[in-house]
């Protein structure tokens, strides 16, 4: 960000005094607004980026947690799905070599008829 002017992320004109930061850009806090519902963000409200601009938790919701089928632990990061299944890929073992999977192998692994997990060389 810069020293110099500082031009508002919502309306394009100057900043003569207080202001909130977000997603990159000055902004003057009358309008840091939600896209969706044009509510004030607070500057401690947490918010998606939708296109350059605040979107609230209230329009969008808080992000979807998923849990592993199996060690029913949070999933951050990459994940199996399968129907309504999520799972870690260490968690979920090749049915034949009884190997876990990793994210690597995503393009290795079948899913047979039966609904078991394999490696395409089993």
Same mark, same amino acid.
């Given at each position: 960000?810069?020293?110099?002017?500082?031009?508002?992320?919502?309306? $394009?004109?100057?900043?003569?005094?207080?202001? /909130?930061?977000?997603?990159?850009?000055?902004?003057?806090?009358?309008?840091?607004?939600? /896209?969706?519902?044009? *509510? @004030? /963000?607070?500057?401690?409200?947490?918010?998606?980026?939708?296109?350059? *601009?605040?979107?609230?938790? $209230?329009?969008?919701?808080?992000?979807? /947690?998923?849990?592993?089928?199996?060690?029913?632990?949070?999933?951050?990061?990459?994940?199996?799905?399968?129907?309504?299944?999520?799972?870690?890929?260490?968690?979920? *073992?090749?049915?034949?070599?009884?190997?876990?999977?990793?994210?690597?192998?995503?393009? $290795?692994?079948?899913?047979?008829?039966?609904?078991?997990? @394999?490696? $395409?060389?089993?």
């Amino acid at each position: 960000m810069s020293d110099g002017p500082k031009i508002c992320g919502g309306c $394009n004109q100057n900043i003569p005094s207080k202001w /909130v930061t977000g997603l990159d850009k000055f902004w003057h806090h009358e309008c840091f607004r939600c /896209v969706s519902c044009n *509510r @004030v /963000v607070a500057p401690t409200e947490s918010f998606y980026d939708k296109g350059g *601009r605040p979107d609230c938790f $209230n329009c969008r919701g808080a992000p979807q /947690v998923f849990t592993c089928g199996i060690c029913n632990q949070t999933i951050s990061g990459q994940r199996l799905i399968y129907l309504a299944n999520t799972y870690h890929y260490g968690c979920k *073992r090749c049915t034949k070599c009884q190997q876990s999977f990793s994210a690597d192998q995503h393009d $290795n692994i079948k899913i047979l008829a039966n609904g078991d997990f @394999v490696h $395409n060389n089993c």
